[in-house]
Every structure is written in structure tokens, then in C-alpha cells.
């Protein structure tokens, strides 16, 4: 039995049973809870679910995009066939445009359409956010010389929600912010979600965030630890409980299968040197197996 998939599953029917039905910005409702919080070990396990197909390459390019490329430019994405960040775009006049859910006047969500000027040299761009602000504050090399020179800091943190750049950026970030510790030797990560989509968004973070630790940790000379993750606002949308519920369905009836591998080209010791392109050719997730697809609707 794989620990992921009975966390992530322990968490669907947690929403599903004790959730509130909430109105938001998408005009799509969701059932959420306040909060979550589960504990992985990497090292021992790398959690990638079976109990539905995960598209781990998409995964793990966005991650180098937002770490290693350390941009905001949605063509990047686009050029190695990831379209997972087009919905938020902004267009070649620089204007970022969609239909939300905002308020009135007396508070009420009224659908609306967005029009927001960015200029256009944010054009193709998501503004200020994600891997504009690892670039701006050179999070990620500040970390590794760390790591490298002072492993015993307490102070490694990397916070993606700059309050100067939250009004430039067409999504702040939802996975915020990372805290990094070294113990016996082993880097350990806990990671925190201001807001989480669990049918779309929570397996891919996931799975992502344990290769960054695991890519961290091969090129600081650590071993792979920990991660905990913490959510505010864990929550499914109603037009995605049919596909949670046929989740749970097979994690009941089927069970999970055995957990896949990471592998990592153990040549590479500069974290700027791992393959980006299409291949990923020094990260592959092998003996991946799983019960199939399931198609969950995306609310912008």
C-alpha cells in the first residue's frame, strides 16, 4: 500500500463527508475544509498516485520552470508541449481577460468580466508571480549555498508571496512557500498551500515538489528526508466530486499498486544542469502503474 494514496484518498472523503459548500471566484462552488495537513517520507517512498493516472513530465516541467528557469513566460511552457498555465496568460496587448465571480456593492458574487492591464511587457507572461519571484529574490541560490555552507541554518525559507508583487501577478502563488531543515544528514521539506484544487492541483504539487527535494538534496550532497505538507482551504469542486467519488471507488474495490521510482542522472551535480527540454532526460519517474485517467473540469 502506498502512504500517498491512502493520505490523498483519507483527505477526498474527509472533504467529502465534513466539507462546506462555498461560493467563490469561479462562480463554480466547492466543497471545502479549513484545513489539512499529512507527513511523507520521500526517501522511503516517492509519492505518485495509482489510484488515478498522474502526467508527471507536465509535473516536473512546471517545477523547473518555476525553480530552474525561474520564469514566468507561459511560451517556455508551451515550447516542451505543457499548456497547464494558458488559461492565465496574458494576451500580446498586455491585458489579462476572463469571467470571474467578484463582489458588489453590498457583497454579493456577481460574474463579471476581468479586465486587467498589465502592459505589454508582461505580454505571453502570469505577471509577478511564481518564478518572477525566485528569479527577483534568487531564492533557489541562496538555498543551495546554504545548504552547502551552513546546513544547520533554521532560517531557509523561501516565500513565493511578496506582498509588493501580488497586484502584478494574474495568480498569486498557491503553494506559497517551502521551510527546509537538515537533520542526520537528511534534507527535509515542509510546504505550504494557501488554497488547494485536491483533484487537479494536489497531485501535481505533490509529485513535483518531491523531485525538487530529491534534485536539491543530489546536488547539495544531502539525503532525501521528509515533507510535510499543510493546506488552507482544501477543497473540490462540485463538478469534480463524480470523478473523486470513482477515486475512492477504486482505492476501495482495487486498492493502490506498488509506488513508482525517481530517477535522477547521478552525474548531475549543478542544479541548473538537469535537462529541461521535452525528454527530461536526467529525471524519469519509472514502474509507474495505475488505474487510469480521470477527467476533473478546471476552474479558472
Known sequence: MTKWDKEYINLCKKIL????????????????????????????EFPVLTTKQLY???????????????SNDVRWLQDRGVNIWDEWEIDEDGIW???????DKNGKLVKKEIIKE???EYAH?????????????????????????NPKDRRLVLSLWQDAYL??????????????DVTDNKLNMWVHQRSCDVPLGLPFNVTQYAVLLSLIAQVTGL?????????????????QIDGIREQIRRYDELGDLTGAELWINKDIK????????????????????????????IAQ
Open 223 to 239: 539525503e532525501v528526508g521528509t515533507m510535510d505538507w499543510s493546506i488552507k482551504d482544501a477543497h473540490v469542486y462540485v463538478n
Open 167 to 180: 497586484d502584478t501577478a494574474v495568480l498569486p502563488s498557491c503553494v506559497w512557500s517551502s521551510e527546509w
Open 270 to 297: 549543478d542544479f541548473y544542469k538537469f535537462d529541461n527540454s521535452k525528454e527530461l532526460k536526467d529525471i524519469k519517474i519509472k514502474k509507474y502503474k495505475h488505474h487510469g485517467p480521470i477527467k476533473f473540469p
Open 17 to 44: 463527508n465534513e466539507g462546506v459548500e462555498t461560493e467563490n471566484r469561479t462562480g463554480t462552488n466547492t466543497i471545502k475544509i479549513p484545513s489539512y495537513h499529512f507527513h511523507l517520507d520521500i526517501g522511503k
Open 125 to 149: 507572461t502570469i505577471g509577478t508571480a511564481y518564478g518572477y519571484i525566485v528569479n527577483k529574490y534568487k531564492l533557489i541560490d541562496k538555498l543551495i549555498n546554504t545548504l552547502k555552507n
Open 118 to 120: 498589465f502592459g505589454k
Open 97 to 103: 481577460r476572463a469571467i470571474q465571480m467578484v463582489p
Open 56 to 70: 508527471f513530465r507536465q509535473a516536473i516541467t512546471e517545477i523547473l520552470w518555476i525553480y530552474q528557469a525561474q
